[in-house]
């Protein structure tokens, strides 16, 4: 009986996590709808996520009967047929509940799906097809097509705009680059401009990152083109460059979760008044919380988003402290187990699936968790198996069925 589960289930363990955090997600989300004054938005969410769980599981199923060599085949095109569909969001798309101003959800007939979930997958497919064909990346000219490859949909995205889905394309491919064997410093190099941007803002911390890059290139010169070094010299430069006029660039409300995120009481009946909510959520939790569907402040209905992004902090307010440390435990049996997967596979396509899909979760689980203690600003990301959302649910059982699939194939 053991043997024949482990072969349609491919590893037990990620199953059954998969499996209670689903399950786990359709209780908070129920309670999530508990309300004082009940609203039709979170009352029955439950509901509709139940069907979509059983919808995942029947997808579940079906992938893990689909030949391996089959998904490796299908990587290109599906990668291919997502970007067209995200083109479309910036012309047709619409928003949805909470994220009604995004441009993400795309509406064919009755379906109605985001693309950008789906993009997430197929953009792991096509850089590990892309990397697992070539040998270890060693040199930055070698990191251009693969940045091309999640750049695109990245930036198509952003372009909805849906920042935190973003997040998790950076994710996939550094994770991705990683696991190919891309030396830790060219890693390095690639995330520079992307520090010069943040840092840039003070011109005296940017400018002693910018001698320090300088110095690393210098010491790094044995590794690197010539080309190579002056790309990521004026990149830096052209991130320090842009800063001011992003910022001014921004919308109000844009630049308000950004001080905000610095500081929460500086605007905490706008701005801030997601985290500043969230925060005193979690923090009457306790050790304990406060009960099964008794948060007080999910009742009242001041905690915004409370069945999506912000349901860790309805975690944290009924379940307390142990019930965010049980969570985030269940997380890490996820987590871990993709990374035991991926280092069992001789096969480079698979095994580069498998860390793909961890790096995406993982930066989901981080910045998500991380918003709601006010840890990172409020991007709207939600929680993998746990937040409401039919698209997000499904795409991230299909993310299991292929990690499954893909376990001991040659």
């Not at 053991?2 to 129920?30: C, E, H, Q």
């Not at 697992?132 to 091309?148: C, Q, S």
């Given at each position: 009986?053991?043997?024949?589960?482990?072969?349609w289930?491919?590893?037990?363990?990620?199953?059954l996590?998969?499996?209670?955090?689903?399950?786990?997600?359709?209780?908070?989300?129920?309670?999530a709808?508990?309300l004082n004054?009940?609203?039709p938005?979170t009352?029955?969410?439950w509901i509709?996520?139940?069907?979509?769980a059983?919808i995942?599981?029947?997808?579940f199923v079906?992938?893990c009967?689909?030949?391996?060599?089959?998904?490796e085949?299908v990587?290109?095109?599906a990668?291919?047929?997502?970007?067209?569909?995200?083109l479309?969001t910036?012309f047709?798309?619409?928003?949805?509940?909470?994220?009604?101003?995004?441009?993400s959800f795309?509406?064919?007939?009755?379906?109605?799906f985001?693309?950008?979930?789906?993009?997430?997958?197929?953009?792991?497919?096509?850089?590990?097809r892309?990397?697992g064909?070539?040998p270890?990346?060693?040199t930055l000219?070698?990191l251009?097509?693969?940045?091309?490859?999640?750049?695109?949909?990245?930036?198509?995205?952003?372009?909805?705009?849906?920042l935190g889905t973003?997040?998790?394309?950076?994710?996939i491919?550094?994770?991705?680059?990683?696991?190919?064997g891309?030396?830790?410093?060219?890693?390095?190099?690639?995330?520079?401009?992307?520090?010069?941007?943040?840092?840039?803002?003070d011109p005296?911390i940017?400018?002693?990152?910018?001698?320090?890059l300088?110095l690393?290139?210098?010491?790094?010169?044995?590794r690197?083109?010539?080309?190579?070094?002056?790309?990521?010299?004026?990149?830096?430069l052209?991130?320090?460059?842009?800063?001011?006029?992003l910022?001014d660039?921004l919308?109000?409300?844009?630049q308000?979760?950004i001080?905000?995120?610095?500081?929460?009481s500086?605007d905490?009946?706008?701005?801030?008044?997601h985290?500043?909510?969230?925060?005193?959520?979690?923090?009457?939790g306790?050790?304990?919380?406060?009960g099964?569907?008794e948060?007080?402040?999910?009742?009242?209905?001041?905690?915004?988003?409370?069945?999506?992004?912000?349901?860790?902090s309805?975690?944290?307010?009924?379940?307390g402290?142990?019930?965010?440390i049980l969570?985030?435990?269940?997380?890490a049996?996820?987590?871990?187990?993709?990374?035991r997967?991926?280092?069992?596979?001789?096969?480079?396509?698979?095994?580069?699936?498998?860390f793909g899909i961890?790096g995406?979760?993982?930066?989901h689980?981080?910045?998500?968790?991380?918003?709601?203690?006010g840890?990172?600003?409020?991007?709207?990301?939600?929680l993998?198996?746990?937040?409401?959302?039919?698209t997000?649910?499904?795409m991230?059982?299909?993310?299991?069925?292929?990690?499954?699939?893909?376990?001991?194939?040659?």
């Amino acid at each position: 009986m053991g043997n024949l589960f482990k072969r349609w289930v491919g590893d037990p363990a990620l199953f059954l996590a998969a499996f209670v955090m689903t399950s786990f997600g359709i209780a908070m989300i129920y309670s999530a709808g508990v309300l004082n004054i009940p609203s039709p938005i979170t009352e029955g969410a439950w509901i509709l996520q139940i069907q979509w769980a059983a919808i995942s599981l029947v997808a579940f199923v079906v992938i893990c009967q689909i030949g391996p060599r089959w998904i490796e085949w299908v990587a290109v095109p599906a990668h291919v047929l997502c970007v067209i569909l995200l083109l479309a969001t910036l012309f047709v798309g619409a928003g949805s509940g909470t994220a009604a101003g995004v441009r993400s959800f795309l509406e064919i007939g009755p379906i109605r799906f985001q693309p950008s979930e789906l993009a997430k997958l197929t953009t792991i497919l096509a850089l590990a097809r892309y990397l697992g064909a070539r040998p270890e990346p060693a040199t930055l000219r070698a990191l251009v097509n693969p940045a091309a490859i999640v750049g695109v949909p990245f930036v198509l995205v952003i372009l909805q705009p849906d920042l935190g889905t973003a997040l998790a394309f950076v994710g996939i491919l550094f994770a991705a680059l990683f696991w190919a064997g891309t030396p830790i410093g060219l890693l390095a190099l690639l995330m520079s401009p992307g520090i010069s941007l943040v840092l840039s803002f003070d011109p005296r911390i940017w400018a002693a990152f910018f001698v320090f890059l300088v110095l690393a290139l210098y010491l790094y010169r044995y590794r690197l083109f010539l080309v190579e070094s002056l790309a990521v010299v004026l990149a830096n430069l052209a991130a320090g460059t842009i800063s001011t006029p992003l910022w001014d660039s921004l919308a109000d409300y844009q630049q308000n979760r950004i001080l905000v995120f610095l500081d929460p009481s500086v605007d905490p009946r706008g701005a801030g008044y997601h985290v500043v909510q969230s925060m005193v959520a979690i923090g009457s939790g306790g050790l304990t919380g406060n009960g099964f569907t008794e948060g007080t402040q999910k009742r009242f209905d001041f905690l915004p988003e409370q069945h999506t992004d912000f349901i860790f902090s309805v975690i944290g307010e009924e379940l307390g402290y142990l019930g965010t440390i049980l969570t985030l435990l269940l997380f890490a049996v996820i987590l871990y187990r993709l990374v035991r997967m991926a280092e069992g596979e001789a096969d480079p396509f698979a095994g580069l699936v498998i860390f793909g899909i961890f790096g995406a979760w993982l930066v989901h689980v981080f910045v998500n968790v991380g918003m709601t203690v006010g840890m990172v600003p409020v991007t709207g990301i939600p929680l993998p198996f746990v937040s409401y959302g039919g698209t997000f649910l499904l795409m991230s059982w299909v993310a299991v069925a292929v990690a499954a699939r893909l376990v001991g194939e040659d």
